[in-house]
């Protein structure tokens, strides 16, 4: 299985009905979200393999030197969280290291826009997966008002130079957008509100991006229109199916991550020292019941 299946990169110089195909609204009208298509086993052996490759990069990111950047946006609910997730629970987070960057404080605001997302760049042999990031300009600061329209322009007019910037300078930067249908966003949402185990994933501005679908499908194609370049393309992940979603993202990620195999040394089990004397103290410790 290959991440091309349901990602498309968007070619430049289409007509209107094939881009909008390629920016993946999904059912943005009442259309019923696809149900999963891969069963639970399939899946979960899927993505153990896929799992045991992101090693295998890392290893090479280690030897090589490689520097990426890979920024995860999309609709709320549409299943960031859960890819970075599965990228990062088999991996080191010295290497894989995620950047979910709060508000920013006042020191932030007043420093230049790009600033505190450069501190968290990639140095040698790492790996940056940023959970949202610079792009909240061009989104919901846009629609939500909290950045002034001469900020937003100035956003849209330089984003692609400063990217340019970056991969100029060595660093591989990636860049997914993950789409999800309306009838979709409203089950994961309601899901949310009933399920003790997830309401903390519900925010005002989810609400408020459920409320505004529309005002954040404008900012989401003009972002696309300003910033989906040669050097720093947007790739569509249709998240209606999460097991699908996060497979066909990280086979896709790892296609574009030009890692080898990397030799590896024979390593032998060392035998353990002797005790020489060694007895355990007489006291008592304190242990965690054993309930089950």
Same mark, same amino acid.
């Given at each position: 299985?290959?991440?091309?299946?349901?990602?498309?990169?968007?070619?430049?110089?289409?007509?209107?009905?094939?881009?909008?195909?390629?920016?993946?609204?999904?059912?943005?009208?009442?259309?019923?979200?696809?149900?999963?298509?891969?069963?639970?086993?399939?899946?979960?052996?899927?993505?153990?393999?896929?799992?045991?490759?992101?090693?295998?990069?890392?290893?090479?990111?280690?030897?090589?030197?490689?520097?990426?950047?890979?920024?995860?946006?999309?609709?709320?609910?549409?299943?960031?969280?859960?890819?970075?997730? /599965?990228?990062?629970?088999?991996? =080191? $987070?010295?290497?894989?290291?995620?950047?979910?960057?709060?508000?920013?404080?006042? &020191?932030? !605001?007043?420093?230049?826009?790009?600033?505190?997302?450069?501190?968290?760049?990639?140095?040698?042999?790492?790996?940056?997966?940023?959970?949202?990031?610079?792009?909240?300009?061009?989104?919901?600061?846009?629609?939500?008002?909290?950045?002034?329209?001469?900020?937003?322009?100035?956003?849209?007019?330089?984003?692609?130079?400063?990217?340019?910037?970056?991969?100029?300078?060595?660093?591989?930067?990636?860049?997914?957008?993950?789409?999800?249908?309306?009838?979709?966003?409203?089950?994961?949402?309601?899901?949310?509100?009933?399920?003790? /185990?997830?309401?903390?994933?519900? =925010? $005002?501005?989810?609400?408020?991006?459920?409320?505004?679908?529309?005002?954040?499908? &404008?900012? !989401?194609?003009?972002?696309?229109?300003?910033?989906?370049?040669?050097?720093?393309?947007?790739?569509?992940?249709?998240?209606?199916?999460?097991?699908?979603?996060?497979?066909?993202?990280?086979?896709?990620?790892?296609?574009?991550?030009?890692?080898?195999?990397?030799?590896?040394?024979?390593?032998?089990?060392?035998?353990?020292?002797?005790?020489?004397?060694?007895?355990?103290?007489?006291?008592?410790?304190?242990?965690?019941?054993?309930?089950?």
């Amino acid at each position: 299985m290959t991440g091309w299946d349901t990602m498309s990169k968007k070619k430049h110089k289409q007509g209107s009905s094939d881009k909008q195909a390629h920016r993946g609204e999904p059912g943005n009208g009442s259309d019923t979200a696809q149900a999963d298509k891969l069963d639970r086993k399939h899946y979960e052996q899927e993505l153990a393999r896929l799992q045991g490759e992101l090693v295998k990069a890392q290893l090479w990111l280690q030897h090589s030197g490689h520097k990426a950047i890979v920024v995860f946006e999309g609709r709320d609910a549409a299943g960031k969280g859960g890819v970075i997730k /599965r990228i990062t629970e088999r991996v =080191s $987070p010295r290497v894989f290291r995620i950047a979910a960057l709060p508000a920013p404080s006042e &020191r932030e !605001k007043s420093s230049m826009y790009m600033q505190r997302y450069m501190e968290r760049f990639p140095a040698g042999g790492e790996i940056v997966l940023f959970d949202r990031s610079w792009y909240n300009r061009a989104g919901v600061e846009r629609v939500m008002g909290f950045c002034t329209d001469n900020q937003y322009e100035r956003f849209l007019k330089v984003c692609p130079q400063v990217e340019r910037f970056i991969v100029d300078s060595g660093v591989q930067l990636i860049k997914y957008w993950f789409e999800v249908s309306m009838d979709e966003q409203t089950k994961r949402f309601s899901e949310r509100i009933s399920d003790p /185990r997830k309401i903390w994933k519900l =925010s $005002p501005m989810d609400l408020e991006s459920h409320r505004r679908w529309y005002d954040f499908s &404008r900012a !989401k194609d003009a972002m696309f229109a300003a910033t989906d370049t040669d050097w720093a393309p947007w790739y569509v992940v249709n998240g209606n199916s999460k097991r699908q979603a996060r497979l066909n993202c990280i086979s896709h990620l790892l296609s574009l991550i030009p890692y080898k195999n990397v030799p590896l040394e024979t390593v032998d089990l060392p035998k353990r020292q002797k005790p020489n004397g060694y007895a355990p103290p007489d006291y008592a410790y304190r242990h965690v019941p054993e309930m089950y």
